[in-house]
């Protein structure tokens, strides 16, 4: 008998929504699509009120300081929202090492259509999407719009309102300031950016606060609502009559904050030198021009301009009251604290594995010696413009390797089980092995997070480095190149050239927005060591062409940067073998190939085989897959993605991604030597659960771990020593597991005595329940499941 029941009780609701079409358990956030959030409640009380006149605090803060692990970025701040000029990769990650709410950046100014500056807006975008922003507002060139049609190619449907508004468009104007766009043209006709954004921005003037005791001598209810309605007036710039007389503004309300200019711009090179310096609403802004003065001038600007006399001249005009503010190349600063130190605490278990990233020093330039007072760049340098104009540097991070590396010798117990690990190992005192191995090949994590990137775990890439002189990108997310460049410090270039192939396993945002930023960085060494251009191949899911084509298109010549394979030629049809067999021949190996794997559409992972008998299999991302397990068959390293943790399985399914130890049954069943987790969730920034299945063979990946086929057996026992490192971390995931249990296990209960009240009034053989959360509701989510029994064959749950 099939008994179609409508369940009106809340609870018995909630229960059943937790039941999958299978009778497993379904944690909260484990559907294919949330629930959209609500609007942020910044946006909400913007809505009920209307401000007064302008900010009462606004200051202008460096996010990117220019160098070459970050672009160049600011941001401007007040009560009313934030401004964001600029948009690279990694300032995602740099808003969630300073906690800068990305919430209230619904202003985004670009200056130039070069990846450099918009590499991180897909990101940032859909970022914002998920936090619930009803809308967004994108400033810059006009191919603003084609960029943003192009990220639809990658990118789910948004909720979020993109409204661009070009340098065509009028000022924009809010109540903290008004933004005026200049556009400045290269004299070059074939510059590859023939146009640059300055940003003209002019805060608002704030009227004075009410002097109390004017008010109580002229007699003012001081004690009366009527006294508010009277002040606003007055603020508005209004006359007031009271008793008989006219009141002005300037007779009960302290003098007013002026208005105040900043100046943000970018000059790239010297074509632009000209154009910007003879710029009418530029020239206005100056010392003997008709508006008025400016506080602050932003150069986005590389040495080689800062050295034109004409360009020196120009600043000059701009007088002793401007302050000038350098943001380029030769910034000499830490952006990321918090990689830095936790590395320093990892190189204490082992020196190999995990080496000590190198001091960040600026490029051997050498800085242009201005002949009037400027500021350089660091990460958050703070200029405030009201209520008083001055530097800050209070927030400006410092590398404290020092007081890090005393923080984990601290530890209960940790110097003793370092000690043991070390002994273990045959490692000395400086962490040296007492036989060295084979340097060739190894692996280097630059990302170990999944979705988005966090403090110490950057999203997608590893590079798996073949010989001296050949190398293989494993997906190439967001900030991969500033990523190598933290690793290898100045010797990047040099490893950069030994990239001959870039290998994306499918085409979401975290595993391929740092292609076009490592591919132009490699052309630009090429170009410096005088060697000759040559196309990177990439290969990659059919999508991606139909991406790179878009952008080519419409935004920034790259196609050319890249001799493109798909992914599916690779799966050893003979048709292709010519494809494979080039790449082959610049990677020095036997055979790469190809395997579709359970994700999304198009995605592949893929084996790498080596004449001298190695087997590396990367799964990109995936739930278990039987044909990835044909493929790597008795792999000597299998690379796997463990995003969730166990007990999640079902959230996992829902995500088509692995929990740790099916991740592990993938290597057993493929018979790997060694297998290599990765892609954590970042709800497991540091070090995710360590389970019974992490056994010899078992290892997980940390962004900055270089590791050895000849150093794999070493992993496991690092175990010891990461678990008391991060012990604090550990016990949070383990009281959120055990509360999710509790919840799971509150929810079955619910479930049983549910069906056990339907049971009485019918029988069960096979139970349709017609659920829905409101009776109103146009159509019913029909569930056609066994629960009952279920419950019976688990009594424990």
Known sequence: MVLPVRLAVSGAWSALRAVTVRGLMLPAGARKQRDPKGIPRHVKI????TPIGGPTFVHLEVLAAGGRDAGAAVHVASEFGRYL??????????????????????NIFITRMDWSNIGGLPGMILTLNDTGLPSCRLFGPPELNSFLDGMKTFSSPLTIKIDVQSYKEPMYVDSTMSVQQIPIFSEKADSENPTVVSYLCKVREKPGGFLREKGAALGLPMNSPELGTMVRQWKEGKAVHFDGREIQPEEVLMPPHPSLCMLILECPDDSFVEPLCSNEDVCRCQTDGKEIPVALVVHMTPETVLANPTYQDWMRRFGEGTEHLIVNEQANCVHFPTQFEVQAQLNLIHPGIFPQLPAHTPLPVGNVDLPFPHTRAECMLKYELRPQRQWHRDSVPEEDKERAIQEAWDLPDFADCVKECHEALSLDVNGKADTSSAMYPHTVFLGTGSALPCKSRNVSAILFRISEDRSVLLDCGEGTTTQLWRHYGHATDDVLLTIKAIF????????????????????????AKGMPFTPLTLVAPQLMLKWLTHYDTHCHKILHHFHCIPNWKLQGHIEHQHASQLLLESLGLS???????????QAYGCVLEHASGWKVVYSGDTMPCDRLVKCGENATLLIHEATFEDGLEDEARARLHSTTT???AVGRNMAAGFTLLTHFSQRYARVPLFGPEFGKNIGIAFDHMHVGLNDLPALPRLIPPLKILFAEHLVHLEERRDKREMQQHQQMRALRMT????????????????TTSDDKAPEEEILHINVYEWCLRNPKN
């Open 755 to 770: 069906l056990e009240d339907v049971e009485s009034r019918t029988t069960h053989s096979n139970l349709r329940i017609l």
């Open 662 to 664: 099916q991740a592990v």
């Open 504 to 527: 994306i396993s499918h085409m979401h945002a975290d595993h391929h927005l740092g292609l076009f930023q490592i591919s132009s960085t490699i052309q630009k060494a090429m170009k």
């Open 591 to 601: 055979k790469f190939m190809t395997c579709t794997v359970y994700h999304c559409k």
């Open 46 to 49: 913007r809505q009920k009120a």
């Open 85 to 106: 000029f600029n948009c690279g990769e990694g300032i995602q990650r740099l808003v969630q090492e300073f906690k800068v709410k990305a919430v209230r950046m619904e």
